[in-house]
């Protein structure tokens, strides 16, 4: 149980582009979800966290107009980066908490990397 | 600010040891502290969850939780070279978002 899918696994596109990461769990609703950031090497970054039908809260230094967050039902939330750059190019990850069923612990998608070009 | 901190290593064992991983935390009403093991270029992936002090035990994983002292440690027995991996401490300090404060990880790696 608790398997949190992330699509597509790996893009590259080109600098001013858009992309958009959809992250579903897959055998529970989850109540809120959470996307992270990771460079190379670096630690998790949290970059906002999603809860069903609301808007997202994003952490302090994460621009809310590049980084849209929608998480239209209780098993989808998805991430679109607008008008991506080079310096977007990182490895995006979201997790999934079930709520009061699994208290606060976070699942995990597979991540998707980034590549701007 | 709330901070969970780990000895970021490398910590190097032998095939079959004992492999000890620390993280303290400096939220005193922290409620749920996780274990994450994070394989390179791969997201992390739960191995424990402990919400009470004591010790959990679940196969060759061993989670101890001291709150009075504010860490927690999780123990790999008999440790393989499949464990090697970045082993991240996580920690929620309760709130209505589950939001959890992650440490950056200790860097393991089982020798053969």
């Known amino acids: 149980g608790a398997v949190v899918s992330q699509h597509p696994s790996r893009v590259i596109c080109k600098s001013g582009t858009s992309v958009k990461i959809e992250c579903r769990s897959l055998?529970?609703?989850?109540?809120?979800m959470f996307w992270y950031r990771q460079f190379p090497k670096q630690s998790l970054m949290l970059m906002a966290t999603s809860n069903e039908g609301s808007k997202a809260t994003y952490e302090q230094g994460v621009e809310k107009d590049k980084f849209l967050i929608n998480h239209a039902s209780l098993t989808l939330s998805t991430l679109t980066v607008t008008s991506a750059h080079p310096e977007d190019s990182s490895f995006y990850i979201c997790?999934?908490?079930?709520?009061?069923?699994?208290?606060?612990?976070?699942?995990f998608g597979p991540g998707t990397r980034l590549t701007v070009l | 600010q709330k901070e969970v901190e780990q000895n970021s290593g490398p910590l190097s064992v032998p095939e079959g040891a004992i492999a000890s991983l620390n993280c303290t935390y400096s939220d005193r009403v922290s409620q749920s502290f996780f274990w994450y093991r994070q394989y390179s270029g791969k997201s992390p992936e739960l191995i424990m969850s402990?919400?009470?002090?004591g010790d959990k035990e679940d196969g060759r994983f061993t989670a101890q939780l001291n709150k009075a002292s504010q860490y927690v440690s999780l123990l790999i027995r008999d440790s393989q070279p499949s464990d090697s991996a970045t082993y991240l401490c996580a920690v929620n300090s309760g709130g209505s978002n589950y939001k959890l404060t992650f440490g950056k990880g200790t860097l393991l790696t089982v020798n053969p």
């Open positions: 997790s999934a908490n079930p709520g009061l069923a699994g208290r606060d612990t976070q699942y």
């Open positions: 402990i919400y009470s002090n």
């Open positions: 055998d529970f609703q989850a109540t809120t």
